[in-house]
C-alpha cells in the first residue's frame, strides 16, 4: 500500500505553504521528516491525515478508495484536548485544580472513551455504549509505552510526557494503517524517549506506516527513509543512514548578539527591585486525592541566580512552577515567599506582572485569532493576547525591539494560528520578554525549535541574563539547551528535590 504526492501545491487559508511536493510513503517505511522552523513540516503530515486539501496537483493512495483521514491517524504536536478529548477539555484546562482532578476522568476512560458528557450531575443517568477496546490490547499498549501504571489516575494530573504518551497509545488503540506524529520526542524525558524508539521499531515489525516530524537528533534507527523540507518544498529524500548530515544543524559559529536596551519607564527597574530571594519555598506539598505530587519541597532562589529545573517527566516540575506563577489554588495551603513578600501579601496579578514565563501549556491554550504584534504586546498586561489598554510609543518601540531578538519582525501583521509551531513558540517567547521583568520561567522554550534557532534562543538568554539583577528558572530534558549562564540545578522525583 502507498501513498503519494504528485507535484503537489497545499494551501493554508491564504498562503502557499506546500509546493511541487514529489513523493511516495509506502507500507513497511518509516518517515522522518526534518527542515528548520516555517520549512511546512507539520502541514505535510496533516496533509497525509486529510486534515488540509491539496490545492493544485495530486494526492492518490490505495487504502481500499477510504477518505485518508479513516485510515491515517494523527499525534499533533500539542496533544490538542480541545479537539481530541472532546467531551473532558474544561477539566485539562484546570489541571491544578484538585476538586477538577477529583472528577475528572482517568486514563482508562479515556483511552477506551468511556468519557460522559460535561456536566453530567447523576452518574447513574448516563449510560455507556460497552467499549470496543479489549482489556488485552488495552494492557498490551499501555505496556508497550509504559503508561500501564496511570491507567486509575485523573488524566488532568498527568505531566506533559505522560500525557504524550497517553495520546499515542488513544491514537494506536484505533489501530490505524498511517500514523502521523508531529515532534513525538519534544517533553520526553530520557527513558520516555527510549519507550517511544522501542514502540516505533514494534510498529515498523508491524508494518504501520508510520511518518513522523523530528529533528536530526533524534531520528531513531527504525526509520527507514528521510525527508528533508526548507521553504515548502522538498530540499532531499533519501534512505537513512547513520552518517547522514542534514543542513538543519550546520555548525553555528558563535557570536555576540548586542541588544538594544530596553525602556526602563515602560518596563519593571531591575536596580530598583529590593529584594533579596526571588523564591523561598518552605515545605510545599500538593495533593491530588491519593497523590502526592510535590513532597516538602524547599527551594531558595537568590536575586541574579540562574538555575535549571530538572526530572523525569511526573516528577512535579510544572506543578512546581504552578505556584509560583500563582495558577495552583493550593498555592493558599502553603508557606512561602516570593520576591521577599509572603504567600498572600501580594495579589495574583503583582506576583505575575514580575515574571516572564512560557510553557507548553501556555502555548496549547493560547488565542489564535490575534496578530503576533498584539501577542507580543500581551505580556505588558500579562493577557493572553487581548487587551484593552493603549501601548505607549516606548512599549510600540520595545514589542519591535523584542521581536527583532527572537527574529520574528517579519511576523509582526500575522495571525498566530497562521505561523508554524515552531514561529508560535519563538513570538510566546518574545511576549516572556517584552516587559523585561525580574524574574524569568521557562518552561521547556525550545521544544519545536530547530537546531540554530535554539543556539540563537540560548545566546539572548545568556545576553540577557548577564546582569547580575536577572533571575533565571529554565526547564529542559535535554542538556544541550540550557544556556551557559545556568549555574544551579534543582533535581526533582517523584515530587521530592533529590
Not at 488485552?136 to 509504559?146: K, N
Not at 509560583?324 to 489554588?329: E, R
Not at 513578600?341 to 510553557?359: F, L, T
Amino acid at each position: 500500500m502507498f501513498i503519494s504526492l504528485q507535484n503537489a501545491f497545499v494551501r493554508r487559508y491564504d498562503t502557499v505553504v506546500l509546493s511541487e511536493l514529489e513523493v511516495t510513503f509506502k507500507t513497511g517505511e518509516q518517515w522522518a521528516i526534518i527542515g528548520p522552523n516555517g520549512s511546512g513540516k507539520s502541514s505535510l503530515i496533516e496533509v497525509l491525515a486529510g486534515k488540509w486539501p491539496v490545492w493544485r496537483g495530486k494526492i492518490t493512495h490505495d487504502y481500499g478508495g477510504v477518505l485518508l483521514s479513516k485510515v491515517a491517524e494523527l499525534v499533533p504536536s500539542d496533544y490538542s484536548f480541545n479537539r481530541i478529548v472532546k467531551s473532558a477539555a474544561q477539566y485539562y484546562q484546570q489541571r491544578f485544580h484538585s476538586y477538577e482532578a477529583a472528577i475528572a476522568p482517568s486514563v482508562r476512560e479515556v483511552l477506551t472513551n468511556q468519557l460522559k458528557p460535561v456536566g453530567t450531575v447523576d452518574e447513574q443517568s448516563v449510560v455507556l455504549a460497552p467499549s470496543e477496546i479489549s482489556e488485552l490490547e488495552l494492557l498490551r499498549l499501555t505496556e508497550l509505552l509504559s503508561i500501564n501504571h496511570l491507567l486509575e489516575r485523573p488524566f488532568v494530573t498527568l505531566s506533559n510526557g505522560e500525557t504524550r504518551r497517553m495520546m499515542l497509545c488513544r491514537s494506536l488503540l484505533k489501530m490505524p494503517k498511517i500514523l502521523l506524529l508531529d515532534n513525538p520526542f519534544a517533553g520526553l524525558d530520557v527513558h520516555s524517549r527510549d519507550v517511544l524508539r522501542s514502540a516505533l521499531q514494534q510498529l515498523k515489525e508491524a508494518g504501520v506506516l508510520v511518518i513522523f516530524v523530528t529533528s536530526t537528533s533524534e531520528i531513531p534507527e527504525s526509520v527507514t527513509h528521510i525527508l528533508e523540507l526548507d521553504h515548502g518544498k522538498i530540499k532531499s529524500q533519501k534512505l537513512h543512514n547513520q552518517n547522514h548530515e542534514s543542513s538543519e544543524k550546520q555548525e553555528i559559529k558563535a557570536t555576540e548578539i548586542k541588544l538594544p536596551q530596553l525602556h526602563s519607564s515602560t518596563t519593571l527597574n531591575l536596580q530598583s527591585l529590593a529584594f533579596e530571594y526571588a523564591v523561598n519555598l518552605r515545605n510545599i506539598n500538593v495533593t491530588y486525592g491519593s497523590q502526592k505530587v510535590l513532597d516538602n519541597v524547599n527551594w531558595k532562589v537568590k536575586k541574579g541566580e540562574k538555575w535549571a529545573l530538572v526530572g523525569p517527566n511526573g516528577s512535579g516540575k510544572s506543578t512546581l512552577l504552578s505556584i509560583l506563577t500563582a495558577d495552583n489554588p493550593q498555592r493558599f495551603a502553603n508557606d512561602y515567599d516570593l520576591f521577599d513578600q509572603k504567600r498572600g501579601g501580594p495579589s495574583m496579578w503583582d506576583v505575575k506582572s514580575k515574571i516572564g514565563h512560557v510553557s507548553p501549556e501556555l502555548h496549547l491554550y493560547f488565542p489564535q485569532e490575534t496578530t503576533v504584534f498584539k501577542t507580543i504586546a500581551s505580556g505588558f498586561f500579562d493577557a493572553t493576547g487581548i487587551y484593552f489598554r493603549k501601548l505607549t510609543e516606548q512599549q510600540i518601540q520595545q514589542t519591535h525591539l523584542v521581536a527583532e531578538w527572537l527574529q520574528v519582525a517579519d511576523l509582526l501583521e500575522k495571525l498566530f494560528k497562521n505561523l508554524s509551531k515552531g514561529q508560535q513558540r519563538l513570538v510566546l517567547l518574545a511576549r516572556a520578554l517584552v516587559k523585561n521583568p525580574p524574574l524569568l520561567i521557562l518552561d521547556e522554550p525550545c521544544q519545536g525549535l530547530d537546531f540554530a534557532t535554539v543556539e540563537h534562543f540560548k545566546t539572548v538568554v545568556d545576553t540577557i541574563c548577564a546582569s547580575s539583577e536577572r533571575t533565571l528558572i529554565y526547564v529542559s530534558h535535554y542538556p544541550h539547551e540550557i544556556p551557559s549562564c545556568v549555574t544551579h540545578t534543582l533535581r526533582l522525583a517523584e515530587g521530592k528535590v533529590v
